[in-house]
């Protein structure tokens, strides 16, 4: 599983912080295209990644070639953290992306094996988390509640009225374990009644805030 939390989470000030200090005096700024692969699945952890501008997508692929997208990371997210020794997902730039990059070994040495350890804690304790919410919104809601839930995550990470959809349709339907011909039916239904509209084809504003949320909860 790939582990993520934002820097500046309280509850993981202490480890972050520590993590945030060696990303800034050593971490090296790397740019990557639309779609380039950051790491691959089973490649050998050795870095720890942040992310500066862009969005980042993580996804898996199983034996008989289906895809499963992890979750999208966003400026200040920190991602590639695992507790295993190799990547369990493929990570890739969503868009043209920003990401600070430093090695693992240099964080064991300025911060302490300590340190270290305790982010990796943390951050698993907060990807099972991640995890359960997944499990649950894969398993127990509608395709209408998935979409609702989807489209109000990202209104909640955006303070513009005018929201961006950085990911196509094809990724959501990944993610949330529908098919693509379903999202967009579940868009249009949102769009048509009114809780949503898209003036454009990846940005959306809510017009309905109280029935999105009716939905997403």
């Known amino acids: 599983m790939t582990l993520a939390y934002p820097l500046d989470d309280p509850r993981t000030a202490a480890p972050s912080q520590a993590l945030s200090d ?3 005096r050593l971490g090296v700024r790397m740019n990557y295209a639309k779609d ?12 720890l990644y942040r992310v500066v501008d862009g969005v980042v997508r993580t996804m898996r692929l199983t034996c008989d070639g289906r895809r499963q997208v992890g979750d999208f990371y966003y400026a200040g997210d920190l991602f590639g953290l695992e507790p295993g020794p190799d990547h ?16 693992r070994s240099a964080v064991r040495a ?4 300590r340190e270290l350890d305790r982010a990796v804690l943390e951050a698993t304790r907060r990807e099972l988390q991640r995890v359960q919410e997944h499990v ?4 127990r809601k509608s395709a209408r509640e998935k979409v609702a839930g989807f489209l109000m995550s990202l209104a909640q990470h955006q303070s513009e009225d005018s929201i961006q959809l950085p990911m ?13 011909e379903t ?12 809780i949503v509209e898209f003036p454009e084809l990846r940005r959306f504003r809510v017009t309905r805030w109280e029935a999105l949320e009716d939905l997403a909860a």
């Open 22 to 24: 060696v990303l800034d």
């Open 136 to 139: 649950l919104l894969l398993g």
């Open 110 to 113: 300025l911060a302490g094996d």
């Open 88 to 103: 369990q997902f493929s990570a890739e730039a969503l868009t043209d992306c920003t990401i600070q990059v430093v090695r």
């Open 36 to 47: 380039g692969e950051i790491y691959a699945q089973e490649e050998e952890v050795e870095f």
């Open 183 to 194: 999202v967009s039916r579940m868009l249009t239904q949102l769009q048509g009644e009114e």
């Open 168 to 180: 196509g349709r094809q990724d959501m339907a990944d993610y949330l374990g529908l098919t693509i």
